[in-house]
């Protein structure tokens, strides 16, 4: 009886397939769309799934190289391959795995002022050190540094009211800001005589100055990176910091 049952199923199988594609046919026919095609998602064939994949990745690749003009566009170009290629292998990481933070060797410890409260270092084009100190009260400087002992060579000190911030070097010239003064300081060099105050308003607060030697680099303790003229201190550029390895956290 159990063989019966099945023979009975798999007739009852045949007779609803057949039924189904005879349906289908007279629709054809009809000109009407099928109940079997209706609401059926189209799926590739699993044999053209990595070819099409590939082709894919490679059209976005000539999409960032084409759009290497703009550094927004760079960015965002990237972004899209780093994801679609992290979604098709089907981890977290994309395809192109980037170095989190570069690696540093310690090469000495030089002696430092324990007194002095570091806001920013520099070194000129000889190798001389230059520091930016913080405080009220006229404990905010600029210094030039005796690597040996840590003391002073030269110092030019702030107002009692400004918190000195970073420093570089552009131009033969050293640049401080302040911290929440709104103000910027020239220093000539090596005597770090005081050339001028400027007023600015890059940000909300002055935190970090760096160069490339074209252009200044500054941060306000948000999250965006200030590219600034270091002739008019206008800002020509306000480029958000995002780090994408924690879920475009801004940082």
């Known amino acids: 009886s159990h063989q019966s049952s099945l023979n009975m199923s798999s007739r009852t199988v045949r007779s609803l397939r057949q039924r189904r594609v005879a349906a289908a046919r007279r629709a054809a026919a009809e000109g009407e769309p099928s109940a079997s095609s209706i609401g059926e998602p189209t799926t590739l064939p699993a044999e053209l799934l990595y070819p099409v994949g590939l082709v894919a990745v490679l059209f976005l690749a000539c999409i960032a190289a084409w759009c290497c003009v703009e550094d927004e566009t760079v960015e965002w170009s990237e972004q899209l391959l ?112 005081l050339q001028r105050s400027v007023e600015v308003d890059i940000g909300r607060e002055g935190w970090g100055i760096a160069t490339d030697g074209s252009m200044l680099y500054v941060t306000d303790s948000g999250a965006s990176l200030f590219h600034v003229d270091p002739t008019t201190y206008e800002v020509v550029r306000k480029l958000p910091i995002i780090d994408r390895r924690l879920g475009g956290k801004h940082i």
């Open 82 to 193: 780093e994801t679609w290629s992290a979604w098709w292998v089907g981890g977290a990481m994309p395809l192109f795995p980037r170095e989190y933070v570069c690696s540093y060797v310690v090469d000495a410890v030089m002696a430092h002022d324990e007194a002095a409260f570091t806001q920013g270092l520099v070194f000129d084009d000889d190798g001389a050190l230059y520091e930016s100190d913080g405080g009220f009260r006229g404990e905010s400087c600029v210094r030039s540094v005796n690597m040996s002992s840590g003391g002073s060579i030269r110092r030019t000190q702030n107002a009692d009211d400004v918190f000195g911030e970073g420093i570089a070097i552009i131009d033969g010239k050293l640049i401080q800001l302040s911290w929440k003064n709104k103000l910027l300081f020239e220093y000539s060099l090596p005597d770090l005589q």
